[in-house]
């Protein structure tokens, strides 16, 4: 049985590959992994860099060395006791030429055996979009593209098989459609062909036929045949308008519907990944799409070569409890006894006071959950008042963060997901239509209360089911509707009632069985699976691009609007978690993060120096104001871009960088240029992915170039290094807070690669960047004292040397960190309120773990991150009277009531504490 003890996260891709990861097994032995925790590893699009884009789910990428890799890897892992967990994608796959499943809809329509596979509205209310696909790939305008000449028909003799082709677009002809292409050549064969595809049009399920058909024009496409072929595409050809109408019909007697891109939010009637147009929702709830799409995950799991599954976006699912459930009875009838539990886990955003569900048979979230919580430990409270002034005064915007989000989603059902709103509110109001009692309930009625239903969600989703709502979600429920209601007015109310009482507010089981209530249920569903993209794209994507109080606190899985927590509420989460779900991941870094664990950690000093930063602000900005442009009458950057700016230079800003250095200067520039255009997009003020505003954005580009290039900001850099300096050090003794925080904390750690050392990463793609691994291997193998790493700091060897010293502490102590009872350890002293302090205990086996937190005034000046032992002054912990030892140095400690800060704490700046006579035997 392979233990779960720590996991770490790797990305695969062409440019690091399993074979890749095979040559670094050894390495994560020796830092203490138990498990490699993989992105996805099925086919995905040719040069995906993070796999969520599947193409093919029948078989491992053969990008990342195919199956045989796979099992090369898995073996190595094995023979040290070690496990793979994979990331799987049942949500979505790729639109793409490469996809065969989607190729084949675009080709048959809904008679693809594929058609039901896929979220595809197929009965739509608009006639001229009946039965057919959206497709809005178009650069421009359907007329323009088609006379620039941009859509070409062409054959492919292999297949036997035509295409329209427009840019790296291949798209399938409907085979019945083939009539208008074959029959005026003249060509006996092709004649006869022509006719068999004619015969086609009555046919709904010639799927089998049509394919005999193309093999037979495949055959017959040689010598004058072939050309006769070639001459009946140029009669296609767009160069004239006959050609042009001729291409015109042809494409209109497709299953698809070819418009510009700026179609998609409006009228797209297939469900994406959020807004992606590349990615279209698969209907996992269907037992034929869930066997379809997880049979090789299966087999892997049946061979053994998988030992752990993690959910990729499991609110995007219709049903994720029933999914959770039966994906756990599929895995555990295929590993048997052979194994153990088998863990899976899932990608959960969870709101403040939101629970995963108990009965989904998991082990808990991927860890966005643990991030926040120690996240709001390392804020100070009393700096959140001046920050919020400092952000209203320069920027004039609000400081409620709530207010944003909600005009975030607004925008979000307005525009990006526009569609999928408005296919809800016709959905509602066929269901209105129904009822003689409904029947007057007006569509434009349906939008306005369904939208601010919408706009007061304070969660992703809700799970209603056929017996109704549970008691979280009843309580979610009405604090949308108490919401909604202030919003609307007093007409709409009645409408707002219904709404809730079809969507869950009467359980589906009290109608009878039937269409009506097999259709509401299907509209339930899509209720959930609206209101998960609405909050992503509105909270992850634009208001957290919009406020910034402080950059620390907006996050993946974090409420900005919460800023710190207090210790009492550290502890309570992480008693629940321990009875709740013991396996969960914790994460403080992952391949969506905004900014690195350790930029993070930097920025959160700055809460306890809230007034400091304030003047240091106020100085850039004189600074820079030579550097501002004007854009429209408006200064560029604007204040609130110019201040979170300077927030993401002063977290991210290298340790190693010299304000004087020309070249890492532009090095660091050109990985903040990415940032920032990714920050100006998503917060679609004055620019934004669908319409980018080319003068602002270059206007804020050449702002950051001159700021980090030119001679004229030299000052200003200098005072920026200077301002990183005076923290770095402070940042540090929070990262290694936060490192051990994740290691003894009820829960599983995961680690994200490259890590292991400090962490200043940007939001992707700077977060998933090539790992010098084996610079990484040789500080491992160094072996120094923590004396001279922490003189050391800033090369990060002490983080790595911090965590290999934990794991190895969880290696020999599984049963503790996996089973023991949490306890909150008191603390006495005037500095009693600095540390977080807690015992983990299974039996007579111990382990306690001590840290610092809003440590700023104890750790002053000092030049490596460690509170000087004689500034703990009188602070005291109750310890218990037992034999302990420190697991990072092998000392001997006291132990017993009111044990001195200062003996815990002098040599290391955090401590762990074991009782070692009661370690388990080694595997």
Known sequence: MVELRATLRLQFHAGFTLDDALALVD???????????????LTARPGSLHGYDVIDPTQVNPELGGEDALRRLADALHQRSMGLIMDIVPNHMAVDNANPWWQDVLQWGAASPYAGFFDITWRSQDPFMRDRLLLPILRSDYLDVLKAGELRLTFDATSGSFFVTHFDHRLPLAVASYVDILTPTGNVALTRIADRCAALEDEFSAHALGARICQELAAAA??????????????????????????????????????????????????????????????????????????????????????????????????????????????????????????????????????????????????????????????????????????????????????????????????????????????????????????DITLGAIRRALRALIVHYPVYRTYTSVCGRSGQDRRFLDQALLGARAELGSNDWATLEQINHWLGGEPLHASPPGAKRRFQRRLLARFHQLTSPVAAKAVEDTACYRSAILLSRNDVGFDPQRFSADPDWFHAQCIDQAEHFPQG??????????????????????????????????????????????????????????LMLYQTLFSSWPLSLSADDDSGCAAFAERVLAWQRKALREAKLRSSWTAPNSAYEDAC????????????????????????????????????????????????????QGCELWDFSLVDPDNRRPVDYPFRERCLAANDSPTQLLQDWRDGRIKQWLIARVLDCRRRLPGLFRHGAYQPLTLHGRHADRLIAFRRQLGDQLAICIV???????????????????????????????????????????????VPLSDLLDAVPVNLLVNTQHEESTP
């Not at 300096?725 to 994200?752: H, K």
């Open 585 to 642: 991941l914790l994460a403080t870094a992952t391949h969506d993060h905004k900014r690195g664990e350790d930029a993070r950690a930097r920025l959160a000093v700055v809460s306890e120096h809230a007034p400091w930063f304030g003047i240091q602000v106020h100085f850039w900005h004189n600074l820079a104001e030579p550097l501002i442009s004007v854009v429209d009458g408006q200064p560029a950057p604007a204040p609130a871009d110019e």
């Open 222 to 439: 040689t010598g004058d045949t072939r050309q006769d072929i070639e001459h009946a595409l140029r009669r296609f050809e767009p160069d004239t308008a006959e050609g042009c109408l001729r291409l015109h019909h042809l494409l209109e007697r497709q299953h698809y519907r070819l418009a510009s891109w700026r179609t998609a939010n409006d009228d797209i009637n297939w469900r994406r990944f959020f807004d992606v147009n590349e990615l279209i929702s698969l209907r996992a709830e269907q037992p034929a799409v869930f066997e379809a799409t997880h049979r090789k995950i299966l087999e892997l799991v049946e061979a053994g070569l998988i030992d752990g599954l993690r959910i990729d976006h499991i609110d995007g699912l219709a049903n994720p409890r029933t999914y959770c459930r039966r994906l756990r009875r599929r895995v555990d009838r295929l590993v048997g006894d052979r194994q153990g539990h088998f863990p899976i886990h899932v990608e959960k955003i969870l709101a403040a006071g939101e629970q995963l569900p108990t009965d989904w048979m998991v082990d808990g979230t991927t860890g966005y959950d643990f991030m926040n919580r120690v996240s709001l430990l390392q804020h100070d409270p009393n700096g959140q008042a001046d920050l919020a002034d400092l952000w209203n005064s320069l920027t004039g915007r609000s400081t409620d963060f709530t207010e944003e989000i909600r005009d975030a989603r607004r925008l979000v059902l307005s525009n990006s997901l526009a569609a999928d709103f408005e296919t809800l509110c016709q959905a509602l109001l066929r269901l209105a239509r129904c009822s003689l009692a409904t029947r």
């Open 852 to 898: 610092p937190r809003l440590a700023a005034p104890l750790l002053g000046d000092s030049d490596i991150p460690l509170i000087p032992a004689q500034r703990w002054d009188d602070t005291l912990i109750d310890l218990p009277a037992t034999y302990l030892t420190s697991a990072l140095t092998g000392e001997t400690v006291a132990s017993g009531p009111a």
């Open 701 to 752: 580009h050449g702002f950051l170039q001159r700021l980090m290039g030119s001679r004229e900001a030299i000052e200003l850099r200098r005072a920026l290094a200077h301002a990183v300096e005076l923290t770095a050090c402070n940042g540090a003794l929070n990262s290694l807070s936060q490192c051990l925080l994740r290691m003894t904390t009820p829960g599983v750690p995961d680690l994200y």
């Open 27 to 41: 390495y994560f032995s020796r830092l203490g992994i138990s498990h490699i925790y993989a992105s996805p590893l």
